[in-house]
T-cell receptor, first 112, second 116 residues
Framework: QKEVEQDPGPLSVPEGAIVSLNCTYSNSAFQYFMWYRQYSRKGPELLMYTYSSGNKEDGRFTAQVDKSSKYISLFIRDSQPSDSATYLC????????????FGQGTILTVHP | GAGVSQSPSNKVTEKGKDVELRCDPI?????LYWYRQSLGQGLEFLIY????????KSGLPSDRFSAERTGGSVSTLTIQRTQQEDSAVYLC??????????????FGPGTRLTVL
């Protein structure tokens, strides 16, 4: 079993839709949860970061962490064609201090 | 200054050859990481360097892979006797420090390696 599981999609939605991206993880020692966005032929860039359980909102993006279920989510409201990218969840903490463990990535396409 | 840079951007090599991939981190960043991104595998951690400490090599897939960081700045990832399964995008990242796991890692654009 992988430490982090993420549905690779692909996911295709119309402009303006609410997008929900999810990951599950297996190691309860992880404490730091991140979402990266990666455009084609580019390196990943940090989108959202959350420590422990709870919600964090930044503009159209909301990250949620439920440590009891080992489940993390990223919601995108009013999705735009410019949001089309691969979204990767990443976790850190415990014995993997300093290195990130990534999910497989979900390919998202927002069509006009 | 500039972000993380990597060279070459693309590398095509023949099976059995050695390759060297270079990473220039953001100036002043003490931590440097190498990851590999393969189709269907996602991003896999390979190795990280923090200051003068011994590197964490726990992600290197075989002894054909090695990396060094000279002068606490530029890093080179070397793959000896390349195999077709080494074909992937190799990504480098750097961060200001490793004291906390929350440090933002800034990624370079990657080197796309193709082994024929």
């Amino acid at each position: 079993q992988k430490e982090v599981e993420q549905d690779p999609g692909p996911l295709s939605v119309p402009e303006g839709a609410i997008v929900s991206l999810n990951c599950t993880y297996s190691n309860s020692a992880f404490q730091y949860f991140m979402w990266y966005r990666q455009y084609s032929r580019k390196g990943p860039e940090l989108l959202m970061y959350t420590y422990s359980s709870g919600n964090k909102e930044d503009g159209r993006f909301t990250a949620q962490v439920d440590k009891s279920s080992k489940y993390i989510s990223l919601f995108i409201r009013d999705s735009q064609p410019s949001d089309s990218a691969t979204y990767l969840c990443a976790i850190a903490g415990g014995t993997s201090y300093g290195k990130l463990t990534f999910g497989q990535g979900t390919i998202l396409t927002v069509h006009p | 200054g500039a972000g993380v840079s990597q060279s070459p951007s693309n590398k095509v090599t023949e099976k059995g050859k050695d390759v060297e991939l270079r990473c220039d981190p953001i100036s002043g960043h003490t931590a440097l990481y190498w990851y590999r991104q393969s189709l269907g595998q996602g991003l896999e951690f390979l190795i990280y360097f923090q200051g003068n400490s011994a590197p964490d090599k726990s992600g290197l897939p075989s002894d054909r892979f090695s990396a060094e960081r000279t002068g606490g700045s530029v890093s080179t990832l070397t793959i000896q006797r390349t195999q077709q399964e080494d074909s992937a995008v190799y990504l480098c990242a750097s961060s200001q420090r490793i004291a906390q796991s929350t440090d933002t890692q800034y990624f370079g654009p990657g080197t796309r390696l193709t082994v024929l």
